[in-house]
């Protein structure tokens, strides 16, 4: 049975820093890896998918990368901003669904 | 192009009355999922349906749960007499055609969040 653990549960830090967030999964037998920005009261937005052949994917100030050997994937957020300030869930897709991790609570402090 | 619709956005039941969610997916996907948010809790995957099929039914709770994903029409996750552990985010995915389910991206939708009093 597929476990995700998301660390740290919440993270808060000054606006500027570049940060790290992590995703780590129990079964390597994965399709893609994705990686969500939920808002309190509302739905997800996805972010970046990285489907298993792959390493790593950019989308301007975000890096997501995997490791599924080690089964680990990395959100790198650069240049964090207030408006980064949000629930980052990340979620392994297998055969028929996918599975999410807790989430960590960022909190961007101006 | 609108991304995946979800009706009501909130809605409210007492103990013992029935929940209808809709979804409809975005243009072109074949491949709707539901998940659930219990308060303080991660997403749980529920159930994957294609037109007029139940794929994977493993997390949908034994009894008062129904779906259907009809030939024509949006996607309705059914709740039978709710109680107040039903109250929780409901949230509807889509997929585009071809691959297996969980190879795709999904798109969520905004998510019905669902009272029971």
């Known amino acids: 049975k597929q476990e995700v653990t998301q660390i740290p549960a919440a993270l808060s830090v000054p606006e500027g820093e570049n940060l790290v967030l992590n995703c780590s999964f129990t079964?390597?037998?994965?399709?893609?890896l994705q990686w969500f920005r939920q808002d309190p009261g509302k739905g997800l937005t996805s972010l970046l998918l990285i489907q298993s052949s792959q390493r790593e994917q950019t989308s301007g100030r975000l890096n997501a990368s995997l490791d599924k050997s080690s089964g680990r994937s990395t959100l790198y957020i650069a240049a964090s901003q207030p408006g980064d300030s949000a629930t980052y869930l990340c979620a392994v897709g297998g055969a028929q669904k996918l599975v999410f991790g807790q989430g960590t609570r960022l909190t961007i402090n101006p | 192009n609108a991304g995946v619709m979800q009706n009501p956005r909130h809605l409210v039941r007492r103990r013992g009355q029935e929940a209808r969610l809709r979804c409809s997916p975005m243009k072109g996907h074949s491949h709707v999922y539901w998940y659930r948010q219990l308060p303080e809790e991660g997403l749980k995957f529920m159930v994957y349906?294609?037109?007029?099929?139940?794929?994977?039914e493993s997390g949908m709770p034994k009894e008062r749960f129904s779906a259907e994903f009809p030939k024509e029409g949006p996607s309705i996750l059914r709740i039978q007499q709710v109680v107040r552990g039903d109250s929780a985010a409901y949230f509807c995915?889509?997929?585009?055609?071809?691959?297996?389910?969980?190879?795709?991206?999904?798109?969520f939708g905004p998510g019905t969040r669902l009272t029971v009093l």
């Open positions: 079964d390597s037998a994965i399709y893609n």
């Open positions: 995915a889509s997929s585009p055609p071809g691959l297996a389910g969980g190879y795709n991206e999904q798109f």
């Open positions: 349906l294609q037109k007029e099929n139940i794929i994977d």
